[in-house]
Structures are given as structure tokens and as C-alpha cells.
């Protein structure tokens, strides 16, 4: 299986903030990556796809980038809405695995 | 639109066989490059792929899971049905089944059912 690592495991920050989030594939991905964001209780949300295409519908204050083994998902200015948990997941090889997750929490 | 939306038992004894059915609507399974996958959260930990279907009936389980789990189509009723059986305690999850479409080689995974909270327990 495909490892990937996401770092930090948490965050706090201010609405406002930049908050950046990396992903690190244990073998070359290409771009075979998504980012999803997870609230509680609620089934995850596609934001990224192909490393760095966004989603229909999600705001362009989200963006990833990166190919083969290092990512990043970048939220450009914090939004009280965007308080969540985050997802990397490559799908180069099944099982398609996912990061630890990453918790963005209010300072 | 796309929805899917999964159906099951929410209790299941320990040694049992789990039955879970994704109904969805708003796609045909059997356009080229759409499948449909299973996914399950255990309580407050990350996310874990079980298996997927593709358009073609081809299929693909985790490995660590593969003898206890089998993932079936029938697209005249748009449904994916994942059994799994020997369940355990450890089992207990949320269960997820997510849309997978792919253009060429750029695949979305959207969107996704509300999930199912499965839990085992004697």
C-alpha cells in the first residue's frame, strides 16, 4: 500500500490566516491526489482533484499543488467556515489511501 | 443531480455478515470510467478504502480485507452492494459508498453517500 503523511496533524489559526497543509506520498503519485474536508458528523467533501483542479462549487481560496510525492492544499484566507478536518488521498494504486487528516482548529 | 445514499442493519453481532446497499441516482454504472467505492470511518480515526466497482464489473478490495469482503453492481437498479463478513467489534464504523468518475486519468470522487454508522457488539 501507499503511505501518505500529512503534516501538521493540527492547526490552530485566525480567521484570515493562510493555512497550508502538505502531503507526502511514499512512492511517486504523478498527480493522482485529491483533498477532501471533513466536518463532524458529515461525510467528506471533494475540494481538490488531480492534485490541483478545484472542485465545482468550492471556493477559490482553496488550491493544491505538487506531483509525485509532495503535495499541498492551501486555504488562502481562513473563513469561519472552513474550521474542519482535511484529507489527502492518492488514487495511483488500489487501495486508495488516505493521510492521517489534518485538524484546523480556531486560535 | 448525484446522490447516494447507503442502506443496513446499524447492529451486527460479532461472526455475522454485514450487508450494505448504495442506492444512487443521477449516474449509470455502466458509463466507461465510473465506478462506485466503499468507505469506512471507525469512530474519531481516518478514513479507509474496502473496495470499489467499475463500469466494466471489474473490482478491486484491500488487500488486508480481501477474504472477508465482496462488492457486487446490478445498474438496472442502481444499487452497489458490499458484504463483508466475519464482523468484529474492531468493524465498528461509519460506512460510506462515494461516486468515482474519470475522465482520462483525472478521477473525482464526488459525491459521496451521508454514511451509515455500523456498530458491532454482542
Known amino acids: 500500500d501507499i503511505q501518505m503523511t500529512q503534516s501538521p496533524s493540527s492547526v490552530s489559526a485566525s480567521v484570515g490566516d493562510r493555512v497550508t497543509i502538505t502531503c507526502r506520498a511514499s512512492?511517486?503519485?504523478?498527480?493522482?491526489l485529491v483533498w477532501f474536508q471533513q466536518k463532524p458528523g458529515k461525510a467528506p467533501k471533494s475540494l481538490i482533484y488531480?492534485?490541483?483542479s478545484l472542485q465545482s462549487g468550492v471556493p477559490s481560496r482553496f488550491s493544491g499543488s505538487g506531483s509525485g510525492t509532495d503535495f499541498t492544499l492551501t486555504i488562502s484566507s481562513l473563513q469561519p467556515e472552513d474550521f474542519a478536518t482535511y484529507y489527502c488521498?492518492?488514487?495511483?494504486?488500489?487501495?486508495?489511501?488516505f493521510g492521517q487528516g489534518t485538524k484546523v482548529e480556531i486560535k | 443531480q448525484i446522490t447516494l445514499k447507503e442502506s443496513g442493519p446499524t447492529l451486527v453481532r460479532p461472526t455475522q455478515t454485514l450487508t450494505l446497499t448504495c442506492t444512487f441516482s443521477?449516474?449509470?454504472?455502466?458509463?466507461?470510467?465510473?465506478?462506485v467505492g466503499w468507505v469506512r470511518q471507525p469512530p474519531g480515526k481516518a478514513l479507509e478504502w474496502l473496495a470499489v466497482?467499475?463500469?466494466?464489473?471489474?473490482?478491486r478490495y484491500s488487500p488486508s480485507l480481501k477474504s472477508r469482503l465482496t462488492i457486487t453492481k446490478d445498474t438496472s437498479k442502481n444499487q452497489v452492494v458490499l458484504t463483508m463478513t466475519n464482523m468484529d467489534p474492531v468493524d465498528t464504523a461509519t460506512y460510506y459508498c462515494?461516486?468515482?468518475?474519470?475522465?482520462?486519468?483525472?478521477?473525482?470522487?464526488?459525491?459521496w453517500g451521508q454514511g451509515t454508522l455500523v456498530t458491532v457488539s454482542s
Open positions: 488521498q492518492q488514487y495511483d494504486s488500489f487501495p486508495y489511501t
Open positions: 512512492q511517486g503519485i504523478k498527480y493522482y
Open positions: 488531480a492534485a490541483s
Open positions: 466497482i467499475y463500469w466494466d464489473d471489474d473490482k
Open positions: 443521477g449516474f449509470s454504472l455502466s458509463t466507461s470510467g465510473v465506478a
Open positions: 462515494v461516486h468515482r468518475p474519470c475522465i482520462s486519468d483525472r478521477c473525482l470522487f464526488d459525491p
